[in-house]
């Protein structure tokens, strides 16, 4: 069974950082490709980022790209999310989610919409 657990979310200015980490107990993520997704009130979830698990290639969303980066930290069987120049739109739930490696991303990800491997998640607040 796969744990899924958010951390490193908070409230912080806009222009400012964060650093969320997506762990796991009992498996390697190391074994699963991984995404990041996102939930604001009233908003439908997006898929903001995702890493897969043979090359490490990674995707990002339009609304992150450049801002946001996914990696992989095997020595604490974790990924990370570096979120800089944070803003307000950034506000929502953000939850990290593991599936096996599909032909492709887009699949990979509809894949993990679709499955049981997710954490509860965590709040970012981007608010002056």
């Known amino acids: 069974q796969v744990q899924l657990v958010e951390s490193g979310g908070g409230l912080v200015q806009p222009g400012g950082s964060l650093r969320l980490s997506c762990s796991a107990s009992?498996?390697?993520?190391?074994?699963?490709?991984i995404g990041w997704f996102r939930q604001a009130p009233g908003k439908e979830r997006e898929a903001i980022s995702c890493?897969?698990?043979?090359?490490?290639?990674?995707y990002y969303a339009d609304s992150v790209q450049g801002r946001f980066t996914i990696s992989r930290d095997t020595f604490r069987n974790s990924v990370i999310l570096q979120m800089n120049s944070l803003k307000p739109e950034d506000t929502a739930v953000y939850y990290c989610?593991?599936?096996?490696?599909?032909?492709?991303?887009?699949?990979?990800?509809?894949?993990?919409?679709?499955?049981?491997?997710w954490g509860l998640g965590t709040q970012v607040t981007v608010s002056s």
């Open positions: 890493i897969r698990q043979t090359d490490s290639t990674t």
């Open positions: 009992g498996v390697a993520l190391d074994y699963f490709a």
């Open positions: 989610a593991a599936a096996p490696e599909q032909s492709d991303m887009q699949a990979t990800l509809a894949l993990m919409e679709l499955g049981s491997y």
